[in-house]
């Protein structure tokens, strides 16, 4: 009798547990924000890491790479003037500027000047920056003329497919590229609006981060028509690269849902985009020809990279750096940044939560 009261009790006390357990999981599902729930359990906090604000420590093998024209001088001067005053002139990391035709002396003497760090230029090959032999360049310029027609942006623009190309598959081969571990892409026009204490390369290396972002968003859907098409093609042959924890569920709602990392700010390891799996899956792409005969962008071919081989520790939201590269900003909303006086944006104005961004999205996986 005794005994039966007994189990009766641990059953009872079982249930009641297994219920209390299932109401917390539920209540914090439910009532604590997928932001306030990222920042407490995955975010990991440079600003908690006093090594990371060391000055005089050896600098990270890494570069400052900006693909740039000529007549972008001014813009870019603008830029690297923040850029400076607001990190780089506490580390001063090398740049490498990087055009489809020969700098001018006078980019070179402009660019020299504004910063300590050393400055190299290069010139990008011409197979780096050209038609592949595969592609019918007839049919392309029927596409330009039609995406033209229908105001796709850039959807007219030779150049802007070349670039995307560069950017997708060969920025990390260039031969002044191809000595560095890691890099923080720059574009012309773009700003930061925060001081950046830390050296975001170090804590990417101690943390065994592979890519780092500020914003996302949407891709517009009228230049990638094919692009899912063909990375559930390659997904399907080349099922051995990919992990089973992935961050697939971030980028495919049955279809490509156009999530993507904004890639005009990225901070990464170049040597994620030199691996066997990136280069196969950006052969896939060149091959089957949609950087020609669509608009296919760095930006989604690199967020589906990144989602098809990696898990989320990998990829780190830079919530402290605030960086605008019109017309979106990423600035943060958490008080201190602003009562410390180290910002210039106004956290209205961020983008994170705003209809077109996946940064919800991101904090809810
Ligand atoms: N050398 C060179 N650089 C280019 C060319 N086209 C674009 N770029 C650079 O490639 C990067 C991306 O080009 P953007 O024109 O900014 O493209 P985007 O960011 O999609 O569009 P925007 O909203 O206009 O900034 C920038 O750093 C440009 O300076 C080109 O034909 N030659
Ligand atoms: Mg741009």
Request: proline share 4%; aromatic share 20%.
């Amino acid at each position: 009798m005794r005994n039966q009261r007994k189990a009766y009790l641990i059953i009872i006390s079982s249930v009641f547990f297994t219920v209390l357990l299932y109401s917390i999981v539920l209540f914090n599902q439910v009532f604590i924000p997928n932001r306030q729930r990222f920042f407490e359990h995955q975010y990991i906090d440079p600003m908690k890491d006093t090594s990371l604000f060391l000055k005089n420590v050896t600098r990270v093998n890494a570069v400052i790479i900006v693909l740039v024209r000529n007549k972008e001088i001014h813009e870019l001067r603008k830029t690297m003037r923040y850029f400076e005053d607001r990190w780089n002139k506490k580390y001063n990391y090398p740049y490498v500027f990087l055009n489809n035709e020969e700098f001018t002396q006078e980019f070179k003497d402009l660019t020299k000047r504004i910063t300590h760090s050393e400055t190299y230029y290069g010139l990008i090959p011409k197979e780096m920056w050209d038609y592949p032999p595969w592609i019918n360049q007839t049919k392309a310029a029927d596409v330009r003329k039609e995406m033209e027609d229908k105001k796709i942006l850039y959807g007219g623009s030779e150049s802007y497919r070349h670039m995307c190309r560069f950017n997708s598959g060969f920025f990390f081969r260039h031969e002044l590229i191809q000595k560095y571990d890691y890099y923080w892409r720059l574009e012309p026009g773009v700003d930061f609006m925060c001081d950046i204490d830390y050296d975001p390369f170090r804590f990417i290396q101690k943390n065994n981060i592979t890519y780092g972002f500020t914003i996302s968003l949407l891709e517009l859907q009228d230049t990638i028509p094919t692009l899912w098409e063909t990375v559930k093609m390659f997904m399907n042959e080349y099922h051995h690269y990919i992990p089973r924890k992935n961050l697939i569920r971030f980028i495919d709602n049955i279809n490509y849902n156009g999530c993507h990392f904004w890639s005009n700010f990225e901070i990464g390891d170049l040597n994620f985009w030199r691996s066997e799996r990136y280069l196969k899956f950006f052969d896939y792409l060149d091959r089957a020809g949609g950087f020609y005969y669509e608009r296919w962008g760095d930006a989604p071919v690199h967020s589906i990279a990144l989602a098809m081989f990696l898990e989320k520790s990998k990829i780190h939201f830079f919530n402290d750096i605030a960086y605008m590269h019109p017309p979106f900003q990423h600035c943060p909303i958490e008080k201190w940044f602003h009562e410390s006086g180290k910002c210039h944006c106004n956290p209205d104005k961020n983008f994170d939560s705003t209809f077109g961004s996946c940064t919800e999205a991101w904090f809810a996986l």
